[in-house]
């Protein structure tokens, strides 16, 4: 099975997540960019793809790939400035998946929370108004605070466990 692993990332979260996934890969399976995807996806029976959270899915640069692609699997992964366990990641993951032609291709997805770029709490602050959902708040803050620490060692290693699970079930 041949498979390869995609990313889009801002901050190097999401990248940072990719490199660890790529680590407990069969060799030779490439991890690149969205950016410097390979034309021709189709040689792949496995993709992942990594994006970062914008507005509750994939980032522009991600949706646009997730929207073409036509292989068998299609497993995906996020990085976002909210709780991993959150509804709002699980929803990021749902939406991103509803991007794709065939939603039989997705196998899983995974999230997990990344520091967010403080031009864009910046920004957030500015647009709403405190004490809003994406306001400044006490509540906000602290999660931002939070986020800074991420992702960290126990989030690689719960996104190697992930892929190994991955592959576990594309093998059975």
């Known amino acids: 099975m041949k ?4 990313y889009s990332s801002l901050t190097g979260n999401t990248k940072r997540v990719a490199e660890a996934m790529a680590s407990i890969m069969p060799p030779g399976t490439p991890c ?3 950016k410097d995807a390979p034309e021709n996806l189709s040689d792949y029976d496995t993709v992942f793809v990594g994006f970062w959270v914008d507005r509750g899915t994939a980032n522009k640069e ?3 790939l997730i929207e073409t692609l036509t292989n068998p699997h299609v497993v995906l992964f996020a990085t976002l400035g909210m709780y991993a366990d959150s509804d709002h990641a699980r929803e990021s993951i749902e939406k991103a998946a509803a ?3 065939n939603k039989e291709q997705l196998v899983d997805g995974f999230v997990c929370q ?3 770029d403080p031009k864009v709490i910046e920004m957030m602050y500015k647009m709403f108004l405190p004490g809003s959902a994406h306001g400044q708040s006490p509540e906000r803050d602290a999660l931002h605070k939070s986020a800074e620490t991420h992702p960290d060692e126990q989030d690689f290693a719960n996104a190697k466990e992930f892929a190994k699970s991955v592959l576990a079930k594309l093998q059975a």
């Open 3 to 6: 498979n390869i692993i995609l």
């Open 32 to 34: 690149v960019s969205v």
């Open 62 to 64: 991600a949706a646009k």
């Open 99 to 101: 991007l794709l032609p």
């Open 114 to 116: 990344g520091k967010i």
